[in-house]
């Protein structure tokens, strides 16, 4: 380990740090946010590493179980899963955790209860697994005013109450991005030294993209506009060079790049799944949030992606996520569609 490189450098701006920074703004706080945030942080560290050592300590492939999708667990859907229960538990800050791989709400004992509600896909993009490509986990916060009578039903709040929302990226390196309404930050797993360190200070998405992202296996099953969208990003019409497709099939690398780059991520609705494939509490919703905190967009296909208030905690809901000028595109081609009636 390089020390005197380590110790010369001044920038070593932990997540820690950044985080009590942006408490010290909120003198009524006390702190509980950090203490969710470090045990959220512990679970991603926990997962990196398992990730890291998938093939080595027999955690590749299934679990053997199918959860509430009706998707075959992996085996690292369910260490996952379990990690982040612990964590957020054993926090002392939560009264009510909604998981992908868990069919009901988890009400937490009233002794080990706070004020925060977090909805989390432990494992995001499990189909990449097996195969090495980035994973990653994602998740959002709300608050709950009254702890003692909480009920899953407080989980159903639109995307817009929203008080935090993140993701952690398991890739060639280990990126948490966060934002807590006050724009969106990006740190790296320094392995060394076992600590998040900001490298991608304010994330702001460019505001027009060279990049679509899109499953276009579906594409037969696709309605107009979309449809009408990817044509124009083949084929521009006003003389434009082609976007360039780039698909990885895991939301959280799709979004990071989004973010960083510009462009449009999209997994619309289809004949074959009328309300798209991304679930709205622990996908739609904290990626929206990112992406409007980033200077984005998310939409529906309807609406405003994070003015949808859930009625299930599993509900799907089609997504447009990306740069400013490319989701205004894509609600005009609606708006259009259903001005012909389409
Ligand atoms: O294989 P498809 O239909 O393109 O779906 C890919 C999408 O499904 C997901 O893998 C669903 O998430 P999970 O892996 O958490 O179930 C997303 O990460 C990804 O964007
Ligand atoms: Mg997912
Ligand atoms: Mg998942």
Redesign the pocket.
Known sequence: MDHEADANRTDLMTITRFVLNEQSKYPESRGDFTILLSHILLGCKFVCSAVNKAGLANNLGLAGDTNV?G?EQKKL?VISNEVFVKALISSGRTCLLVS?EIEDAIIVPPALRGKYIVVF?P??????IDCGVS?GTIFGIYTVKDTANVAVEAALQSGSSLVAAGYCMYGSSCTFVLSTGNGVNGFTLDPSLGEFILTHPNIKIPKKGKLYSV?E??AKNWDEPTTKYVENCKFPKDGSPPKSLR?I????A?IHRTLLYGGIFM?PADMKNPNG???LLY?VFPMSYLMEQAGGQAFTGKQRALDVVPEKIHDRSPVFLGSYDEIEQMKELYANSKANGE
């Not at 099939?249 to 959280?252: A, L, Q």
């Open positions: 999708q998707e859907d992908e896909d494992l995001d993009g499990s189909s990449n994973i499953n296996g579906n698909y099939g895991s939301m959280v799709d997994y494939k991304l679930r996908e």
